[in-house]
């Protein structure tokens, strides 16, 4: 379905977070990623608990090939390939089936323009906030803006040749775990204005400078711990920053509609249960860079 002539709001939204080490399941998360990620090219990697033992097993594999299976854990650092290491606090009391994901980006294609690149790669294109990838320029031009949920960079000058490289750089959308809905949210952006005086000038003239975006929703949350645990770690220096997806246009109810994605910082919630009512919290939340505005599909 298209979207309409006429804007339609759906005004809902979804809050995603990063899952700590790209954990997803129900047991112990007690892996954590090696940073020597040194392939060829960008790839992404899985590891999944395959049985529950003395030591526990897990499966891993590459960019969604083959698995290798039974490998035991050996509480040391494991390497998967291409220096890609995965380390588990414990060797049992793990969770068959749970499952961990990292995407990192090695010397990754863009698609130049002017000052401007982007990832040519439409599945890299959302970057990690918390771990922010590197350009760089074979004609040695500097990066002054990274544009994350687009994948893009701005240059101080024309660019020649534009890679991207980080361990853990860009989200795989498995490593997302979704934390709450929203509702009836809203956001003002504005662009800083300097007055510029000139003497005897009856009308003043404004210089525009930099681009700034605050917002807030009334929200139903999932229930659980998650969004509260995600704002201690942010409080406490970990990750902190959320993945906001805030839709337009949402004929079908299955989160494809027309939508801003953004990272976003939350800056507060008002927690309050009215009694015979349904219970809601707002939260405000201040934008981490431009959104990205992304079609109904």
Same mark, same amino acid.
């Not at 990832?119 to 994350?148: C, H, M, R, W, Y």
């Given at each position: 379905?298209?979207?309409?002539?006429? =804007?339609?709001?759906?005004?809902?939204?979804?809050?995603?977070?990063?899952? %700590?080490?790209? !954990?997803?399941?129900?047991?112990?998360?007690?892996?954590?990623?090696?940073?020597?990620?040194?392939?060829?090219?960008?790839?992404?990697?899985?590891?999944?608990?395959?049985?529950?033992?003395?030591?526990?097993?897990?499966?891993?594999?590459?960019?969604?090939?083959?698995?290798?299976?039974?490998?035991?854990?050996?509480?040391?650092?494991?390497?998967?390939?291409?220096?890609?290491?995965?380390?588990?606090?414990?060797?049992?009391?793990?969770?068959?089936?749970?499952?961990?994901?990292?995407? #990192?980006?090695?010397?990754?294609?863009?698609?130049?323009?002017?000052?401007?690149?982007?990832?040519?790669?439409?599945?890299?294109?959302?970057? #990690?906030?918390?771990?922010?990838?590197?350009?760089?320029?074979?004609?040695?031009?500097?990066?002054?803006?990274?544009?994350?949920?687009?994948?893009?960079?701005?240059?101080?000058?024309?660019?020649?040749?534009?890679?991207?490289?980080?361990?853990?750089?860009?989200?795989?959308?498995?490593?997302?775990?979704?934390?709450?809905?929203?509702?009836?949210?809203?956001?003002?952006?504005?662009?800083?204005?300097?007055?510029?005086?000139?003497?005897?000038?009856?009308?003043?003239?404004?210089?525009?400078?930099?681009?700034?975006?605050?917002?807030?929703?009334?929200?139903?949350?999932?229930?659980?711990?998650?969004?509260?645990?995600?704002?201690?770690?942010?409080?406490?220096?970990?990750?902190?920053?959320?993945?906001?997806?805030?839709?337009?246009?949402?004929?079908?109810?299955?989160?494809?509609?027309?939508?801003?994605?953004?990272?976003?910082?939350?800056?507060?919630?008002?927690? #309050?249960? %009215?009694?015979?009512?349904?219970?809601?919290? =707002?939260?405000? !939340?201040?934008?981490?860079?431009?959104?990205?505005?992304?079609?109904?599909?």
């Amino acid at each position: 379905m298209s979207s309409p002539s006429v =804007p339609v709001h759906g005004k809902t939204a979804a809050i995603y977070r990063m899952r %700590p080490n790209g !954990f997803k399941g129900d047991g112990l998360n007690d892996a954590s990623w090696g940073t020597g990620y040194n392939g060829v090219a960008s790839a992404y990697f899985e590891v999944v608990i395959q049985t529950e033992g003395t030591p526990d097993q897990f499966k891993w594999r590459k960019d969604g090939g083959a698995w290798t299976e039974n490998v035991a854990i050996t509480g040391a650092a494991q390497t998967l390939s291409d220096g890609q290491t995965i380390t588990f606090a414990a060797t049992t009391g793990h969770t068959a089936n749970d499952q961990w994901v990292i995407g #990192n980006l090695k010397d990754e294609a863009c698609t130049e323009s002017g000052v401007e690149a982007q990832i040519t790669d439409s599945a890299k294109l959302l970057l #990690n906030a918390n771990a922010v990838p590197i350009f760089t320029d074979s004609g040695g031009k500097n990066v002054i803006e990274k544009q994350l949920v687009l994948g893009k960079a701005i240059f101080d000058g024309n660019v020649t040749t534009v890679t991207v490289t980080g361990n853990n750089g860009y989200i795989v959308r498995s490593a997302l775990e979704l934390v709450a809905y929203s509702f009836d949210w809203h956001f003002t952006a504005g662009v800083d204005l300097a007055v510029i005086p000139r003497h005897q000038k009856q009308w003043k003239e404004k210089l525009p400078g930099q681009a700034e975006a605050s917002g807030g929703a009334e929200s139903y949350f999932i229930g659980g711990s998650s969004f509260f645990d995600a704002l201690k770690e942010a409080a406490e220096g970990g990750d902190k920053y959320f993945l906001l997806e805030l839709y337009t246009y949402e004929p079908d109810g299955d989160q494809t509609g027309d939508h801003f994605a953004v990272w976003a910082a939350i800056k507060g919630a008002d927690i #309050n249960a %009215p009694v015979n009512e349904v219970m809601k919290e =707002p939260i405000t !939340f201040e934008f981490h860079g431009i959104p990205k505005f992304v079609a109904n599909t």
